[in-house]
C-alpha cells in the first residue's frame, strides 16, 4: 500500500509529468489536453522529487524545515499558502505564478463545537479565510498560473458557484477571459455574484451541475478553451496544500481523522495525494482516517462505499447544500483511492443534520456555508455510532464562508414559520431608548 519516493516522483531534476494511471500513458506537463487522449481517463501529475535550488533532493526533516522558511521570502506568490509548498506543487512555475495570494488559513477549536459534537479535540481547518471565501483558490492559483504557462487564450468551468467565482477572481487578475457554466436557480447568491463582479462570463444552463461538466467538457475539446475544472490535475496540486498546511499547523502530527464535505470529490481525491506524497517523503510517519460526508440526496459515492465499491452510481441530486449538488462525481476513482489507502469512510447526512450543524457553527462564531457543515454532521454521527471517541484528534474542514449562500439564512432567520432552531430574528424598534432598555432586560440573568 505505502508507496516509496521513487514510485510517486519522477527523479530530481527532471520536468513534471501529466500522467494517465488508467492507461499508464504520460504527456508531458504543458498538455492543454483534459483527459488522456488514448483511454479518456483522469490526468495526475506527477512531480519531480521535492529538492532544494542546488538540486539537492529534501524529505523527512530538511523538506519540514525549508517549509518552515519565511513564505514571505519566496517567489512570486508572496505569503501564499500554497506557494510555500510550491517544490511539491508546481516545481517549474517560476515567474508565471498568479497569487492573490491565498491558503494561510487558520486551525480554529471552539467550545461549543466541542460539545456540539462530542469530540474534545475537534479543530476546524477554515478554508472559507481564502481570498474569495473557499477552497477552491488553493487549486485556482496552480490552475490559472498553469493557464499563463501553456498560453491559454480563455478557461472556463462548470461550478456549483465557489469554483466559478474562484476562476473569475484568478482570471481577471491574470488577464485571461473567464467562461463559466451553471446550473440554472441552483447557484447561491453570493457565488453568483461574485462570478458576475471579477467579470466572468456567465452562462446560466438549463439543467443541473452534471449537465454543465458535460458541456464544459465538449467545449474545451472542441473548441480549445482550458479547463479548469477539478478534472484538472494541477487544481488538484493546489488543493493538496490544505492538507500539507494542516499537517504542519499540527507540528507534521496526523491527526487521527480528517473530515471534508465531499461533492464532485476533487478535494478527497487531493486529499489521497497529497497523504500519499508526505507519508513517502517522511513529513508524517502515520496516516490519519479520511472520512469524506455528502449529502443524502446526492450521495453516489457513499452508497457504492456501502456496498464496497463494487458499483459506481449516478444519481439525480437533491440538497439544500448546492455546493454539493452532484450527482455523478467526475473523480470517482481517484477519491476511491484517497479512501481505500486511508482507511476512509464515506458517509452522508441528511440536509436537516446538515442544516443543525451549520447553525452551531455559525453560532459559535465561527460561521460557514451549508455544504461545508457536512464535516461537521459527520464528525457528530461518528460519535453518535462509536468510531470516533471524544479524546480523538479530528480536523474537520470548513469549505467556504457564511456569506456565500445569504439565501439560506434568511430563510431560517427572518423568514420560515414558525421559526426554526436557532433563528435569531430581527427585532424592529422606535428609535427609542426604552424599546433598547426593553430588549436588554430580556437578556438580565433571573433575579
Ligand atoms: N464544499 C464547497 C463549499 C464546495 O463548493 C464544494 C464543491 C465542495 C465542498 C465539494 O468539493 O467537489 O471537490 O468534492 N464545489 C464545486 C464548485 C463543485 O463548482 O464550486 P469536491
Redesign the pocket.
Known sequence: MAQGVDSLFRPVGTSAIQFCPGCQSAYSELTAEPVCQSCGGLFEIRNPAPADSAGQALTGQALKQHFARDPGAQTLGLGSGVWRYENMVMPGAGSAIVSHPEGNTPLLSREALARYTGCDGLLLKHEGHNPTG???DRGMTVGVTQAVRIGATAVA????????ASLAAYAAQAGIPGLVFVPAGQVALGKMMQTLSYGARTLIVRGD?DDCLRLVQRVATQLGVYLLN?INPYRLEGQKTIMLELLQQLAWEAPDFIVL????????SAFGKALREAHALGLISRLPRLVAVQADGASPFARSFREGFATRYKVVAHTVAT??K?GN?A?HDRARQAIEENNGLVLSATDEEILAAKVAIDASGVGC?P??AASVAGVRQLVHAGIMQAHHRVVAVL??HVL?DPGILTRIHQETEPPPHGANRPIEIDADVRAVERILTGFAPAP
Do not use: D, V, Y
Open positions: 473557499s477552497f477552491k468551468c462548470a461550478s456549483t458557484g465557489n469554483t466559478s451541475f477539478s464535505p465531499a461533492g464532485n470529490l476533487g478535494n478527497t455546493a454539493i452532484i462525481p473523480s456555508e455544504a461545508s469549505t467556504g456565500k
